[in-house]
């Protein structure tokens, strides 16, 4: 699979730490583990030219609690009836998370001492003529004694793809890799709490990160 790898600084319990991210494009789908996620009747091919990610969190302390963290993804799906439309067919806003786990009530796509996360993306047309997707990636507290089981954003960043046909031919095309301020993280907060309200989240009075 084609790559390149971004390291994002973020500060944990007041020590500094890295997270490192590999992002590119699926050439090769048979690798990337679909027959795990999905079921049986999953078309793995659906996944070729398009993004995977997967994030890695360093810290100085190798065996510690201190490591705990977790990751938050969402989406924003952007459906376009034919491909030169500047209209919005259908606008999706999602906590991405497999439905079992939605069904849990749990948000977390990953968490761990420290957390990593892997994610791939496949086509999702759904019937229209194109689709934009961007993913935003946060790495979160976990809820635990010592942060009163809050959860506030370490690091984000953001990722994904935009996908269509045109003359009967599917065309993929990756967004860039963006560090993120704070503010998208305060603006996923009201979905958070709309489809995951059990949990504590908390918002950045401002924002101490800068898009790049």
């Known amino acids: 699979m084609e790559k390149g790898r971004i390291s994002v600084p973020f500060s944990l319990?007041?020590?500094?730490?890295?997270?490192?991210?590999?992002?590119?494009?699926?050439?090769?789908?048979?690798?990337?583990?679909?027959?795990?996620?999905?079921?049986?009747?999953?078309?793995?091919?659906?996944?070729?030219?398009?993004?995977?990610?997967?994030?890695?969190?360093?810290?100085?302390?190798?065996?510690?609690?201190?490591?705990?963290?977790?990751?938050?993804?969402?989406?924003?799906?952007?459906?376009f009836s034919q491909v030169d439309d500047m209209v919005v067919a259908m606008n999706e806003k999602s906590v991405d998370v497999p439905?079992?786990?939605?069904?849990?009530?749990f948000p977390f796509s990953a968490f761990g001492h420290p957390a990593e996360l892997?994610?791939?993306?496949?086509?999702?047309?759904?019937?229209?003529?194109?689709?934009?997707?961007?993913?935003?990636?946060?790495?979160?507290?976990?809820p635990n004694p010592s942060n009163e089981d809050s959860i506030e954003?370490?690091?984000?960043?953001?990722?994904?793809?935009?996908?269509?046909?045109?003359?009967n031919r599917h065309q993929v095309r990756l967004l860039p890799f963006k560090i993120l301020d704070f503010e998208y993280w305060n603006y996923s907060v009201e979905t958070l709490e709309r489809d995951f309200g059990a949990f504590r989240y908390v918002r950045k009075a401002r924002a101490t990160q800068s898009p790049r």
């Open 153 to 167: 954003c370490l690091a984000a960043f953001s990722w994904g793809f935009v996908e269509w046909i045109e003359r």
């Open 118 to 142: 892997f994610s791939a993306r496949f086509s999702d047309l759904r019937g229209y003529a194109k689709l934009s997707r961007e993913i935003h990636t946060f790495l979160v507290s976990f």
């Open 13 to 79: 319990l007041e020590e500094d730490c890295l997270l490192n991210v590999d992002y590119g494009e699926i050439t090769s789908p048979e690798k990337v583990g679909f027959e795990v996620a999905k079921s049986a009747l999953f078309d793995i091919d659906s996944g070729l030219g398009f993004p995977f990610m997967h994030a890695r969190v360093e810290t100085p302390l190798k065996h510690s609690y201190r490591n705990l963290v977790a990751f938050i993804q969402t989406t924003t799906s952007k459906y």
């Open 99 to 105: 439905a079992f786990l939605r069904e849990k009530s």
